[in-house]
C-alpha cells in the first residue's frame, strides 16, 4: 500500500485479472444477461401491474422483489459492461461510492422484502380469518415502502461512514465496488466502519434469516395441522427457493470477506462476488413466472392476445 495519501481519488482501478483476455466476449454475455434480466423482470411487474385480479398483497410484494432485482441489476451490469468493452478498467470515485450504496441497498431490501412476503404468507395460511384485516393492499404497500425507506437509511449512514475515509490506495481487488473494497484502502483507523458494519450483518443475514425460517416453521405446522400442506408448499416454494438461493450467495460473499480476497482463488472470488448481483434477479422472474399459477395463467394468456389474429 502507498504511502502518500488519496484523501479524494479521481478513479479507482477495478481488477479484471484475467477477464480482460477476453472481455470483448464477457462484455458481449453480460450485456445479453442484462437484458433477459430487465426482459423478464419487466414481464411480471407489468403483468401484476395490468391485471386487477393480481393486486392483492403476494403478488405485490412479488413485484417489488422484481423492481428491486432491476434496480440492483442496474446498480451493477452497466460498469460491468463498459469495463469490459473499455482498455483500462477504471470507475470514479463517485460512481464507486455511489454503486457501493446501491448495490448495499439492493441487498438490504431484498433480505427484508421476503421477510414481509414471508410475514404475508404466515397471515394467510395461519390466520386467515384475520388476513384481511392485517394485510391489504395500502398495508402492503405501506410495508414496501417502509422496507425502501429501511433499506435506504441504513446504506445511507454505512456509505457515509466510508466516505469520510482517506485512501492510501486506489486498487479494488474485485470487478465493482462494495463498501469492504474501499474501506480496506483506507489510511486510518475504521474501527467505527467495522462495528457498524458488524452490526448490519447480523440484522441482514442474522435476525432476518431466522425470523424467515420461524414462519416458515410455523407455515408448515399450521397447514399440516389443516390438510392443506401441499397447496401452502406450493404457495410458497417459490419464495423459500428465492430465499435459500439470496441467502447462500450472499453468505459466500461474506465467507470470502473472512478469508481475505488473496486467499481464494480469482476464478472462485468472481464467481462468489457475482452471485447475489446476477443470480437472484435472474432466477427470481422464472420461479414466480413457473410456480405462481395465477401469474403464469396471466402470462400464457397475455402472450395468447397477442399472436392471435384479430378478427372483425
Known sequence: MQNSTLSSPLALSLTFGPISDFNYVYGAISLLGFLMIIFSNLIIISTIY??????EPMYVFISALCTN???GSSSFFPSLITNLFSKTQIISYAACITQIFCIHSYVTCEMAMMMA???DRYMCICNPLRYAIMMNLTKAVKIIIGVWLYSFISIALHTMLTVRLPLCDNVILKIYCDNWSVV??????????NIYGLFLTVKIFGVIPLLVILSYVKIVFCAKSKGNLSKAMQTCSPQLISFAIFVTDCLFEITLYRLGPTQVPYGLRVAMSLQCLVV???VNPLLYGIKMQAIKVKIVQSYEEKISPKTN
Open 50 to 55: 395490468l391485471n386487477q385480479s393480481l393486486h
Open 69 to 71: 432485482g432491476l434496480y
Open 117 to 119: 412476503m414471508a410475514y
Open 184 to 193: 480496506r484502502l483506507s489510511c486510518i483507523d475504521t474501527t467505527i466502519n
Open 280 to 282: 437472484s434477479p435472474f
